[in-house]
Nanobody
């Protein structure tokens, strides 16, 4: 059984920064592609950023490109999301997700991720 636990959310002013962390347990971390999704009130869950198993490839939504950076550390069994220049529109619950697959590629579709954390709240004030 794969378990994911997010941390690092909080309340910040616009222009501030946060670093989210997600710890995977129960399986070998390097076998999983990882991603961050977010869901704001009244909106659908959306892809934020993903990183492949090897850590050599990453992808970002247009809205966060240039501001957010995803990374992974296999020894720590964790994936991170550094969020800079935060905007009020970034306010959402951020979810960590993991998928087991043979390809070393970033996957953007939430339905293709089988394992999810419970989320961490990020609130950005004006």
């Amino acid at each position: 059984q794969v378990h994911l636990v997010e941390s690092g959310g909080g309340l910040v002013q616009a222009g501030g920064s946060l670093r989210l962390s997600c710890l995977l347990s129960g399986r070998v971390f390097r076998d999983y592609g990882m991603a961050w999704f977010r869901q704001a009130i009244g909106k659908e869950r959306e892809f934020v950023s993903g990183i492949n198993r090897s850590g050599r490839g990453a992808d970002y939504s247009i809205s966060v490109k240039g501001r957010f950076t995803i990374s992974r550390d296999d020894a720590m069994m964790s994936v991170f999301l550094q969020m800079n220049a935060l905007k009020p529109d970034d306010t959402a619950v951020y979810y960590c997700a993991a998928r087991l697959g043979p390809e070393d590629a970033v996957v953007l579709q939430p339905d293709l991720y089988a394992h999810w954390g419970h989320g961490t709240q990020v609130t950005v004030s004006s």
